[in-house]
């Protein structure tokens, strides 16, 4: 969709998926810090690997409409206040931030097929693994999972470091843009 000069700032729609992501990530990455707090076979260890496949399966889905919406909503133009480097870097950086969103947790899944677990969403619905276990291999895929989430949350804490030196340095609209709240 070609961006429309009309528009100051991204859609709802657009805004509520960004930040949903934003916080879908933090909770999938965050959650795994808990692990050690409890015991190897604890209902506390189970309970955290549970939240993280239930919101990691969550991120797939929001990616999976974010993805859409991006292409076909209506967007404002690049911001005035973005030089022809910084938009080309903003962009593949986005480029970036979308590959490990889809990337990350489709590897994730495969983990754990690769385990033997069946992969659930908040025990309303559960996925079997369809494939066999294996545990040799899953200890390498789970290097690469490990490497790829932090690769993503690397990323994303430059992207919002960048955002909030736009709006408190430079004082400009790049991330006013994207702020949640009614349209101006």
Not at 17 to 42: C, D
Request: overall charge positive; charged content about 15%; hydrophobic content about 55%.
């Amino acid at each position: 969709m070609p961006a429309d000069p009309t528009l100051t700032r991204y859609s709802c729609s657009m805004r509520a998926l960004h930040w949903l992501v934003a916080l879908a990530v933090l909770v999938v990455y965050g959650v795994t810090y808990l692990e050690a707090f409890f015991p190897r076979g604890s209902v506390g260890r189970a309970y955290i690997w549970w939240t993280h496949i239930s919101v990691g399966l969550a991120l797939i889905a929001l990616v999976a409409l974010r993805i859409p919406n991006r292409l076909l909503a209506r967007q404002p133009v690049p911001s005035a206040a973005l030089s022809r480097p910084v938009r080309i870097a903003s962009e593949a950086a986005h480029g970036l931030l979308y590959l490990l969103l889809i990337a990350t947790p489709l590897v994730g899944i495969w983990l754990a097929f690769l385990r033997g677990d069946a992969v659930t969403f908040f025990s309303l619905f559960t996925f079997p693994s369809p494939i066999a276990a294996d545990r040799t291999f899953a200890r390498e895929i789970k290097e690469v999972h490990e490497w790829l989430a932090n690769a993503l949350v690397a990323i994303a804490l430059i992207h919002a470091a960048a955002a909030l030196v736009h709006h408190f340095v430079l004082k400009d609209d790049v991330l006013r843009r994207m702020l949640p709240g009614p349209s101006r």
